[in-house]
């Protein structure tokens, strides 16, 4: 018994340390590379939760595979029903919140294209009507491709050189499918609460991500920095509350991105002491994630020898986690 609940705690406690160590690997890395790590990250933390809370949800369903009442399992262990009861509501409870989380997404961009219904424009681009000064990349629906949205208030807070900025970097958005990015971390956020710091540090390496092409685009880093600036110092006054999965030049830390974009173009992953960092963190990340899913894993088998030996039922439990069990039953 004591030997789960450890395996459980270290399971559920392992994304506060995944999360702090996938922040650091984003730090070293260019925007693209970036965005990759935290959205795998997320991923597997949330995975290795999820199969954590499904194997303490199933043990007492253990006795009944092994052909043991499930009286005999509560005199063995009075806390199993209990516990997978317990782990059985966070599922629930789980589910509930990553549906509502995503018809909450859908509604979103359902009310995002109703508003844009009334844009004129060509190609990719829908000029909208008003005194609002927005801009932002808004993703397919529903058989309609992504369109990129800009307030005629925006439209004319900007000198032309600067619309091209601003214009590149939602279409960067785009092309880059970042709302699919956005939309599984911020799934998986809900999932577990320490990966909410990869959805905020994803939503900054989306944009520096799009910030980038938009200065290879215009070929002119500072300018690229300036009409950033300028944009969000436009759409201040105002702001947008929509979030996702609407991605926009004027959200983020906007000075972070503005001195990044004044600095020399980052590089690759490649090359000395930055690679050898980032293969560390990133070895740090896949151990931590993966030793989540291998300890999920673990539980299962160790209850189930615990089944097979405690109450007499046959088990096809491997000769590990019988030397396990000796060791944690001192």
């Known amino acids: 018994m004591t030997f789960v609940l450890v395996l459980v705690l270290l399971v559920l406690a392992f994304p506060w340390a995944g999360a702090a160590a996938a922040g650091r690997l984003a730090a070293a890395l260019p925007p693209r590379w970036a965005c990759w790590a935290l959205t795998s990250a997320a991923i597997l933390l949330a995975g290795g939760t999820i199969a954590a809370l499904i194997g303490l949800f199933h043990v007492p369903f253990l006795a009944s595979l092994e052909q043991v009442p499930v009286r005999r399992v509560l005199e063995v262990w009075p ?44 190609g990719d681009l829908l000029v909208v009507p008003g005194s609002d000064v927005d801009a932002f990349a808004l993703p397919g629906y529903r058989g309609r491709r992504g369109r990129v949205v800009v307030t005629s208030g925006m439209v004319r807070a900007l000198k032309e050189g600067e619309r091209e900025v601003l214009l590149a970097h939602e279409r960067a958005h785009l092309q880059g499918r970042h709302h699919l990015l956005s939309a599984v ?62 991605l926009s030049a004027t959200s983020g830390p906007v000075p972070q991105r503005v001195q990044a974009l004044l600095l020399p173009e980052p590089a690759g992953p490649q090359g000395g002491a930055r690679r050898a960092g980032a293969l560390g963190m990133a070895m740090t990340v896949a151990a931590v994630a993966l030793g989540s899913l291998a300890l999920a894993y673990g539980l299962h088998e160790y209850v189930e020898y615990s089944a097979g030996r405690l109450l007499g039922a046959p088990s096809g439990c491997s000769g590990l986690w019988s030397v396990l069990d000796t060791l944690f039953a001192s």
């Open 185 to 246: 971390v911020d799934l998986a956020a809900v999932v577990h609460p320490a990966v909410r710091s990869l959805r905020e540090a994803l939503t900054f390496h989306l944009e520096r991500w799009a910030d980038e092409a938009a200065a290879a685009v215009v070929g002119d880093r500072r300018a690229a920095a300036a009409a950033i600036a300028r944009a969000a110092l436009a759409g201040s006054s105002r702001g947008r509350a929509d979030g996702y999965p609407l």
């Open 79 to 122: 806390a199993a029903v209990p516990f997978a009861c317990a782990a059985g509501a966070v599922l629930l409870v789980q589910l509930v919140l990553v549906v509502r989380r995503w018809f909450t997404h859908r509604s979103l961009l359902r009310r995002a294209w109703l508003a844009a219904e009334d844009g004129t424009g060509e």
